[in-house]
């Protein structure tokens, strides 16, 4: 079965730095990229970016580039979402989700990590 | 710059067809994908390639597409179908990917 377990809720104070996860199991992980998508309170879906884990290659959403970093472990079969100075705006859950391996789709979905910024 | 347009909200009555619409230009050129998000979970995936159904989804969900236009029905709608429903694709160099804005199902 295939599963992404992200890691658990954060609270964070403005201007700090978060590194937040989101491990694979039940399939090869190298194989298959993973995205990053944001939800603020109340809000729809945004997608942020993306990375193929075999070679780390990374697109971003303009609306993205430069705000976060994407990285992954493929050793461990983890992807990482970070920040290096949160703001209040960053106040959302945070979504990971496995791309399709030959369609522009999302089949898999990891529960989702609440990242709370407030001072 | 490239946007999918669903609207706001839908209401239908438990029996009726709910039918949610998603427009954008490059839909003729990428496949088109919905999904379901009950309050509180995580999306899940409803229809891809525009008309497939994955495993395990309700015959009651359909999907189609017309130029730049695509739709999800839902047929004999539930009290458990109230959800947030989101098209997605993509642009059309196949470079980044799209949400909807969502809609919001009432099941009155």
């Known amino acids: ?119 | 710059s490239y946007e999918l347009t669903q609207p706001p909200s839908v209401s239908v009555s438990p029996g009726q067809t709910a039918r949610i619409t998603c427009s954008g230009d490059a839909l003729p050129k990428q496949f088109a994908y919905w999904y379901q998000q009950r309050p509180g979970q995580a999306p899940v995936l409803l229809i891809y390639k525009d008309t497939e159904r994955p495993s395990g989804i309700p015959e009651r969900f359909s999907g189609s597409s017309s130029g730049t236009t695509v739709t999800l029905t839902i047929s004999g709608v539930q009290a458990e179908d109230e959800a947030d429903y989101y098209c997605q694709s993509a642009d059309s160099s196949a470079t980044y990917v799209l949400f909807g804005g969502g809609t919001k199902l009432t099941v009155l």
């Open chain 1, 1 to 119: 079965e295939v599963q992404l377990v992200q890691s658990g809720a954060e609270v964070k104070k403005p201007g700090e730095s978060l590194k937040i996860s989101c491990k694979g199991s039940g399939y090869s992980f190298p194989s298959y990229s993973i995205g990053w998508v944001r939800q603020m309170p109340g809000k729809g879906l945004e997608w942020m970016g993306i990375i193929y884990p075999d070679d780390s290659d990374t697109t971003y959403s303009p609306s993205f580039q430069g705000q976060v970093a994407i990285s992954a472990d493929k050793s461990i079969s983890t992807a990482y979402l970070q920040w290096s100075s949160l703001q209040a705006s960053d106040t959302a859950i945070y979504y990971c989700a496995r791309r399709s391996l030959t369609l522009i789709f999302f089949d898999s979905w990891g529960q989702g990590t609440l990242v709370t910024v407030s001072s």
